[in-house]
């Protein structure tokens, strides 16, 4: 399975920009990099991916680097309903709908 | 458009019993993947059906079973429960099978073993 490396946590402002990391050095061509959200007492929920450029959604953006190798997740005005435990995924065609998340980064937005 | 429902929220059971947990996915949606997740180990997966056909597996022990029906619902099983399988078991469906499909949530359903 494609593994990624988050920080365990991060701790930002609101309505700040949050930039969260994620490092992916054993990435291929053909793998997506889907970011999911865990709000508490919840199950996750899709947040934004990308293959090569960068992806702009209502939730986020995504910018992803010209080697592939890193990403980085941008909410662009943070709330307090965005804290969360932010997963970064690969995920390949061959057993493409299972989802192997990591630790994810936990965020916490101060008000 | 009614999101993913597993019933039931939450389940108490002793070491020994078996335990059926349902899930039915979003109207027109034909994928279905279940989750396992607990404190020490995060999410972990479990299985994926797709049309009826389990297209892949995660790394657990036989005990944990699963199906889906022609309506795209679908149940797990756990037979011989152990304490460590007090876990929240969460479903996941999509439309497809596809590499760009986002994978709708349910809440889950916490079980306990005692």
């Known amino acids: 399975d494609a593994k990624t490396t988050q920080p365990n946590s991060m701790e930002s402002n609101e309505e700040e920009p949050v930039h969260l990391p994620c490092n992916h050095s054993?990435?291929?061509?053909?793998?997506?990099i889907h970011w999911y959200r865990q709000l508490p007492s919840q199950g996750p929920e899709y947040v934004i991916h990308?293959?090569?450029s960068n992806v702009n959604n209502r939730m986020a953006s995504l910018a992803i680097a010209e080697d592939r190798k890193s990403s980085t997740l941008i909410l662009h005005r943070a709330t307090l309903r965005d804290a969360a435990v932010y997963y970064c995924?690969?995920?390949?065609?061959?057993?493409?709908?299972?989802?192997?998340f990591g630790q994810g980064t936990r965020l916490t937005i101060n008000p | 458009k009614a999101g993913v429902t597993q019933t039931p929220r939450y389940l108490i059971k002793t070491r020994g019993q078996q335990v059926t947990l349902s899930c039915s996915p979003i109207?027109?949606?034909?994928?279905v993947s279940w989750y396992q997740q607990t404190p020490g180990q995060g999410l972990q997966f479990l299985f994926e059906?797709?049309?009826?056909?389990?297209?892949n597996k995660g790394n657990f022990p036989g005990r944990f079973s699963g199906r889906q029906f022609s309506n795209s619902r679908s149940e797990m099983n756990v037979s011989t429960l152990e304490l460590g399988d007090s876990a929240l078991y969460l479903c996941?469906?999509?439309?497809?099978?596809?590499?760009?499909?986002?994978?709708?949530f349910g809440p889950g359903t916490r079980l306990t073993v005692l």
């Open positions: 996941a469906s999509s439309p497809q099978a596809d590499i760009t499909d986002t994978q709708y």
């Open positions: 054993t990435i291929s061509g053909t793998d997506y």
């Open positions: 990308g293959l090569t």
């Open positions: 995924i690969l995920r390949r065609v061959q057993g493409a709908q299972k989802l192997v």
């Open positions: 109207s027109g949606h034909r994928s």
């Open positions: 059906y797709f049309s009826e056909t389990q297209r």
